[in-house]
């Protein structure tokens, strides 16, 4: 048996771990461990002198022990790739649920280490407390929220262009909902397709090859030109920052990007086209709402069609602190941006919530009472219920005396504390009402709406509207407690990124991005919503505990539509459209047109059918229609069949009927035939009594309901937050 290698001596060995130390590479660390330890230190000191931890300490020090200097080379690699794209990595970490995005997951899902993963999220900010995610450009990019604004392809280089504007409310915000997986996979391979297909040519020795036939006649200089001064029209007021994804610099580029106000940036060298275009697009998604489905399958669309293709996006919402074109406005004057009542309350954690529900629902109550039905601990209630109190969102009412202890301190919401504007938009006119916590109208006004068959007409009206009805409330109001506006029309609402899709009876609104004109005249936080669901959050609201469980909510106005409060918050859906009634209510009744797709019932469009007098006579409004319409008796039947339907479906035990049309006589026929149908006609009867019950807001339901929106986002405890 040969002998083994003998080790050096103890001098020799010194010597080489001097020389290590002294010298680069990670094997310098591993020696000064061992000197250090070879002068009799603690592995705790040693962690403390040289910046690790204790653990690599003691890993080095067994190590050497077991097989001297030999012992101090590294591991061997494991085979999988050091170097990741990171765009890659960026999308898989935003597009994983929040429990499978550790670096140690996203790396398996990609096949790389870890370590490799860890370091491209920190060059991209990833869950960095202090700021917000950017793209490692050269130059680098300042802090800032980062949207992607323009696409440029096909004549030339290929170039994204981004907008970058200060984080909302001075704080970056952590991201919001996760991207939209099919759409960005649609972009993704629009643009593969597209890069694929029209290859830029390369430069030669002399300049750049030949066009080949068929190529667009357009210098790509003077295509990028128009490019950029189409980007700088849609986004005036944005730093823009152009990046270079793909094929050589258009000549002149620099100059061009001077002249449009734009920065040339290069993209991070370890980031393939594609993978950067999905890595930013899917950061901008998760950051802003605003960048919806919508947007993302408009951008695949026009990447997929012929080339050249010059994409630009709509104008986004107005920033913080910026003061929209056309002088300004009573709110602009009054609450400029980062003084709003939602970033002022700043609610700390969800057990706050929890007591301020508590609170709400109970009117008043005291520490013991809330600790009792929260389940809180009384030592969490009342250090919770102080910081309310200072924060000035509960009042103390006078105590109770109790035959134990110490008097007996009620709370209850300070009604003051928060307002937020509610616009209801209807076909036939607009109402605007301004409300506080308990759900009190504080202001109202109502206006026709305008005949002018132009979006920008009715758009402006509705802003004109709001401003009027804030101009005559107080100022503190407008700098201390406004959350901000709720806007409310008939569905279908692309309510995240804020535009009117195809309302009925509404045709100038179609395809309007509302949130964002709106946007342009209020510094303040902005929802778009459905009419029935806004009333149903209302009802939910105002009603307090006699709203306190699970119900349906049947909003007769513009058609029948339906908001659904289950498990203590309003149900939206995946596309926030959950509610179409009256396609229900067809089913239901076997009425299919032609088709086969359901029937538009006349039942179900009560500003269309008659109104019928208790006695039976028809009203004023029965001589226009044509003969034989069908009876309010016959629309309640019809009605209550859907109801049903939901009561089926959901086994819920409350059925509340609102809306401008459930009033005079005509409310109670709909409350009888409903009622009837809920009861006599589910499966499950025998186990239930539904209530059907006249909503607690008549007149102007969806108008507080859209304000109330507001409240149910700043202070209604929920788990999993809505975008």
Not at 563 to 578: E, F, K, V
Not at 616 to 631: F, L, N, S
Not at 662 to 691: K, M, Q, S, W
Request: proline share 9%.
């Amino acid at each position: 048996m040969p002998d083994a290698p003998s080790r050096p001596s103890a001098e020799d060995e010194l010597d080489i771990l001097r020389r290590w130390a002294a010298g680069p590479g990670p094997r310098a660390l591993r020696a000064s461990i061992v000197l250090q330890a070879a002068l009799g230190r603690h592995n705790s000191e040693i962690a403390r002198r040289l910046g690790v931890s204790r653990q690599t300490v003691a890993t080095w020090r067994q190590r050497y022990a077991a097989q001297g200097t030999a012992g101090l080379a590294g591991r061997p690699q494991s085979g999988r790739p050091g170097v990741v794209d990171e765009g890659d990595v960026v999308t898989e970490t935003l597009l994983a649920p929040p429990d499978r995005r550790s670096s140690r997951s996203v790396g398996r899902r990609l096949g790389c280490s870890h370590t490799a993963v860890a370091a491209a999220r920190r060059r991209w900010n990833l869950g960095q407390a202090d700021r917000g995610p950017l793209p490692p450009l050269t130059p680098a990019l300042a802090d800032g929220e980062v949207w992607v604004v323009g696409v440029h392809h096909g004549t030339g280089p290929t170039l994204v262009l981004l907008a970058l504007r200060p984080h909302a409310f001075g704080q970056p915000a952590g991201p919001a909902v996760r991207p939209p997986t099919d759409a960005l996979a649609a972009v993704a391979a629009a643009f593969t397709h597209a890069l694929d297909s029209h290859e830029p040519a390369p430069a030669g020795p002399t300049g750049p090859a030949p066009r080949p036939p068929g190529r667009p006649a357009a210098e790509p200089n003077q295509a990028v030109s128009v490019f950029l001064a189409a980007a700088r029209r849609a986004h005036p007021r944005a730093a823009l920052h152009l990046v270079l994804l793909h094929g050589p610099a258009a000549t002149g580029l620099d100059e061009l990007c001077r002249r449009a106000r734009v920065t040339l940036h290069q993209p991070p060298e370890r980031t393939g086209p594609v993978s950067f275009l999905r890595a930013v697009l899917a950061l901008d998604a998760s950051r802003h709402p605003s960048s919806s489905a919508r947007v993302l399958l408009d951008l695949a669309a026009d990447l997929d069609g012929p080339a050249p293709v010059r994409w630009i996006r709509e104008p986004l919402p107005a920033a913080p602190g910026e003061s929209p074109p056309g002088g300004a406005g009573p709110l602009r004057a009054a609450a400029p941006a980062g003084s709003g009542g939602a970033n002022q309350i700043d609610l700390g954690s969800f057990n706050e919530c929890v007591v301020i529900e508590t609170v709400r629902l109970a009117g008043s109550i005291t520490r013991g009472e809330i600790a009792d039905r929260t389940r809180l601990t009384q030592q969490s209630v009342s250090r919770i219920a102080r910081s309310l109190l200072d924060r000035g969102l509960l009042v103390e009412e006078r105590r109770q005396h109790s035959t134990v202890g110490k008097p007996r301190g009620l709370v209850r919401l300070r009604d003051d504390a928060a307002h937020a504007l509610g616009i209801h938009i209807d076909p036939e006119v607009l109402t605007a009402v301004l409300v506080d916590l308990s759900g009190r109208i504080v202001a109202r006004r109502v206006e026709k709406i305008t005949p002018e068959p132009r979006p920008g007409a009715v758009v402006a009206q509705i802003a004109a509207l709001g401003e009027a009805v804030l101009a005559n409330t107080g100022q503190a109001v407008r700098e201390n407690s406004f959350l901000g506006l709720g806007v409310v029309v008939p569905g279908p609402v692309d309510t995240v990124s804020g535009t009117v899709l195809d309302p009925p009876l509404m045709g100038v609104l179609k395809d309007v991005p509302l949130r964002s004109l709106l946007e342009q005249r209020f510094s303040c936080p902005i929802l778009v919503e459905k009419d029935s669901t806004a009333a149903a959050v209302g009802e939910r609201w105002i009603g307090r505990e006699s709203r306190a469980r699970d119900f349906v909510y049947l909003y007769l106005g513009t058609g029948v539509g339906a908001g659904l409060i289950l498990n203590g918050d309003i149900y939206r859906g995946l596309t926030a459209n959950a509610g179409e009634f009256g396609q229900l209510c067809a089913v239901t009744l076997g009425r299919v047109e032609a088709s086969g797709r359901p029937e538009v019932l006349p039942e179900c469009n009560p500003a269309r059918h008659v109104l019928t007098r208790a006695d039976g006579h028809r009203t004023g409004a029965a001589a226009q229609v044509p003969k034989d319409p069908p009876t309010v008796r016959e629309a309640a039947r019809a009605i209550g069949r859907g109801a049903l339907a939901l009561i089926d479906l959901l086994d819920v035990g409350l059925v509340v009927v609102g809306g401008p049309f459930c009033t005079g006589p005509a409310a109670d026929i709909y409350l009888t035939e409903i009622e009837r149908a809920v009861n006599d006609f589910p499966t499950a009867r025998r186990l239930r009594r539904v209530h059907v019950e006249r909503s607690v807001s008549i007149h102007e339901a969806a108008a507080v309901g859209a304000a109330s929106t507001l409240f149910h986002a700043a202070f209604t405890p929920r788990l999993r937050r809505h975008p």
